[in-house]
């Protein structure tokens, strides 16, 4: 089915550990993003990126490393975990230019818990 | 500082009545608008979006109204059904821009 795939659905990290979430799109959208949902702030954007090779902070980019290789794929990196990074996380894509209009794809999420 | 705030936290609603969600922002270079709903343990999705050019757009029950002037938008539901009881957000994007800002949330109950 067409849309945007998180891996693992859920995580349990120990304070310091690294690990990669996973995300891929199957619908050639060159706009890709992650975003953590916690209790009452919404959804804040970690990095985007416009097209393969190219990445950007977004507005709680600290811990987290990104890279895009290809247009399918946009891997979030934790270097090392921290409480503070126990989160929901959800990757979004979309064509470049219609978000506006038509809103950007979520994958299903990843459940992250830090101890 | 939160650019995009929902002030109420949760709604409670009777099937078939109007849900009316509240959302205001505080950066004026936002130019477009979106609703999104989402269920427990899924992603968001898309429900309606309107242009800072407008002050109203629809499709079906929902219904979003913008008032510029005063940084408001809100979101009707009209018939309010069980199956829209979710968490609804209110999104802003500035011009030519890719950025989401987001707000809190508000969680809309339906009572049968």
Request: with cysteine; hydrophobic share 30%.
């Amino acid at each position: 089915n067409a849309g945007v795939t998180q891996t693992p659905k859920f995580q349990v990290l120990k304070t310091g550990q690294s690990m990669t979430l996973q995300c891929a799109q199957d619908m050639n959208h060159e706009y890709m993003s992650w975003y953590r949902q916690d209790p009452g702030m919404g959804l804040r954007l970690i990095h985007y990126s416009v097209g393969a090779g190219i990445t950007d902070q977004g507005e709680v980019p600290n811990g987290y490393n990104v890279s895009r290789s290809t247009t399918e794929d946009f891997p979030l990196r934790l270097l090392s975990a921290a409480p503070s990074q126990t989160s929901v996380y959800f990757c979004a894509s979309s064509p470049p230019g219609t978000g506006r209009y038509y809103g950007y794809t979520f994958g299903s999420g990843t459940r992250l818990t830090v101890v | 500082d939160q650019q995009v705030k929902q002030n109420s936290p949760s709604l409670s609603v009777q099937e078939g009545r109007i849900s009316i969600l509240n959302c205001d922002y505080t950066n004026s270079m936002f130019d477009y608008f979106l609703w999104y709903k989402k269920y427990p343990a899924e992603g968001p999705t898309f429900l309606i979006s309107i242009s800072s050019i407008k002050d109203k757009n629809e499709d079906g029950r929902f219904t979003v109204f913008l008032n510029k002037s005063a940084k408001h938008l809100s979101l009707h539901i009209v018939p309010s059904q069980p199956g829209d009881s979710a968490v609804y957000f209110c999104a802003a994007l500035k011009a030519a821009g890719n950025k989401l800002t987001f707000g809190g949330g508000t969680r809309v109950l339906v009572k049968p």
